[in-house]
């Protein structure tokens, strides 16, 4: 059986709008970046975990979290309005190992898990996808404005009861997989043939407003997690 290699990559600028200072945050008496690093690090399906920064106190934060950061990120790169896709080719470019595929892992999803990440490889290596990114199921209803007033967009217009619908799914942003080489050749996220994970809502929490950040920090407290599965309310 031939073995292939993943690297994860955490990216993670220091400039944030919805949430100043968003990625070393405290969350539950930790930096939100250190969540992802725990997952990376504990996941047995990833070799190296990467985090790239152009800011010295996250690098700082992610070094002593158990990260590499290997290098600090030019400032163009982190700008509001960069995209991430040349952040991750200028990681890809800067190591010194070349790996089979990465993982995307965005700080701001502080309670997707290790396990969540090792399945996301493990679905990925078993089958023929290219690319591979986590969703959450969804039966609402969209709608958007026309000319003509608001529409239903999707479920073709049908109003069935919840139940009897079958399921779309939202990508989350939690969990992206790319055949290295492909992705270097097109610095597509979703090239070729793409796989979907799927992970409950709650795991996919997205920390983009204060409210998000809230709503962790209630899960955390109040729900058993990987790592602390007797915390939870009493009875």
Known sequence: MT????LAVIPARGGSKGVKRKNIRDLDGRPLIAFTIDAARMSSA???VVVS???QEIADIAAATGAEVPFIRPAELARDDTPTEPVLTHALNELDEEFDQFVLLQPTSPLRTANHVTEAVEKYTSSEATSLLSVHQSKNYRWQYTAEGAEQINFG???SRRQ???PEFAENGAIYITD???YLQT???MYGQTEL???SERSAVDIDTPFDLWLAEQILQYEPTETNPDRGYQQ
Request: aromatic content about 4%; cysteine-free.
């Open 187 to 189: 610095e597509n996220l």
């Open 46 to 48: 990833v070799d190296r």
């Open 3 to 6: 073995t292939t290699s993943t």
């Open 180 to 182: 290295v080489e492909a």
């Open 164 to 166: 009897d619908k079958q």
């Open 157 to 159: 217009g049908d109003r």
């Open 197 to 199: 994970y799927e992970i």
């Open 53 to 55: 920064t152009d800011d």
